[in-house]
């Protein structure tokens, strides 16, 4: 979207210019447009309800009445009280039943889009991998032949995205439930989050192991010297939603042009 592309333009014009003619646009981190909630909880009904627009008068003009269809929330503005009451037993490990159910069932409005959002995981897998960083499970790995220590800490991605992608996607780097970090978290307008790809040790055990070659030999000198040829990582956060540079400019956090009743996404009754 425009605008994403505009800050990404503004932030990098004066400190690194040379970078600007190789911008790309990755189709993959559009805004979540279409992932709006469906069921009628919270009072909220879902989007193919019809609503009465407020009559209106124009100056010279007769009053206009118009029906419109109601447009329902995104599905990371649900209200959070809704979402942790379905999450209950996920987040209290008190399950009932045989297994444990994840949000996939019990959330109805966010297992609407399981497929979306495991195509948005599959690309952020690919994305990453283009720079070397291989998805494990919940931790990624970089091979140390190609990537010494050096060029692994002097690596920085930066994606200027919107705020309900940049929710959706770092739920999926930081291994927490969808609807429980839409449901925890807030991206402010031309915030700044930061994710450090945490470098723990580079001897993974043996079931690890088993993911890069199923016929892993512990005590094989060539399966030894494999153990020595990978880093493992695991993205942590260093912040979420942060706002510093605003403040150190003297600017504040304004609530786009877009939302309704002069409150921001994401946060829909205490916050200004």
Not at 80 to 93: D, F, H, T, Y
Not at 241 to 264: C, D, F, Q, R, W
């Amino acid at each position: 979207m425009g605008r994403a592309r505009l800050t990404a333009e503004l932030a990098l014009r004066d400190e690194l210019p040379e970078i600007l003619a190789d911008l790309k646009v990755e189709n993959w981190t559009k805004e979540l447009s279409s992932w709006r909630q469906v069921s009628s909880i919270a009072g909220n009904e879902p989007a193919s309800a019809l609503v009465s627009a407020d009559d209106r008068v124009g100056e010279g003009s007769s009053t206009v009445t118009t029906k419109t269809k109601k447009k329902s929330r995104a599905v990371w503005d649900i209200p959070a009280s809704v979402l942790r009451s379905q999450l209950n037993e996920l987040i209290s490990g008190e399950y009932k039943g045989s297994c444990p159910k994840g949000w996939q069932q019990r959330c109805l409005d966010h297992s609407q889009y399981k497929d979306s959002f495991d195509s948005l995981c599959k690309e952020s897998d690919l994305f990453l991998a283009r720079h070397g960083i291989i998805r494990e499970g919940q931790r990624y790995s970089m091979e140390t032949s190609k990537y010494d220590t050096k060029s692994r800490r002097d690596m920085r991605i930066a994606v200027f995205c919107h705020g309900g992608f940049g929710l959706t996607w770092l739920s999926h780097l930081l291994g927490i439930p969808l609807p429980l970090f839409h449901s925890s978290f807030y991206l402010p307008p031309s915030s700044v989050s930061t994710v450090v790809f945490d470098e723990h040790n580079n001897y993974p055990d043996i079931h690890s192991m088993a993911a890069f070659d199923n016929n892993y030999d512990p005590i094989s000198h060539d399966s030894q010297s494999k153990r020595n040829d990978f880093v493992w990582m695991t993205p942590r956060s260093l912040c979420i939603g942060g706002t510093n540079h605003l403040s150190m400019a003297g600017l504040e956090t304004k609530i786009s042009s877009y939302e309704v009743n002069g409150t921001p996404s994401g946060i829909k009754t205490n916050f200004w």
